[in-house]
């Protein structure tokens, strides 16, 4: 039991670690190197921690800046609406 909680923490630990590694503001993207369509959905989807980690790192937002413009936009808009699987092509019926 002790060693399934320990793989679950240590999962858990790395998921954050991956998940902080590509936030917007981080200097990834820049004039040179625009963000793109899928960058949009990641940053999309890691908004709610890229709001936390900015209140303690002013360069952080949860939107990047420096991005090609409106396929950036739309990925954002998709993954925020949408989450983890929020927006499905098929749903279950209920019985």
Do not use: Q
């Not at 923490?9 to 369509?37: I, K, R």
């Not at 959905?41 to 908004?47: P, R, V």
Request: proline share 2%.
């Amino acid at each position: 039991m002790k060693k399934k909680y320990f793989l679950l923490a240590l999962l858990l630990l790395v998921l954050v670690f991956s998940l902080t590694g590509c936030v917007p503001g981080d200097g990834a993207n820049n004039e040179e190197h625009l963000a793109g369509f899928f960058w949009g959905i990641w940053h999309g989807w890691i908004a709610p921690i890229s709001l936390i980690i900015g209140i303690f790192k002013d360069n952080i937002r949860i939107y990047e800046i420096n991005n090609i413009g409106w396929w950036y936009d739309l990925g954002f808009y998709i993954a925020v609406i949408s989450g983890f699987g929020g927006l499905s092509l098929s749903r279950r019926r209920k019985k």
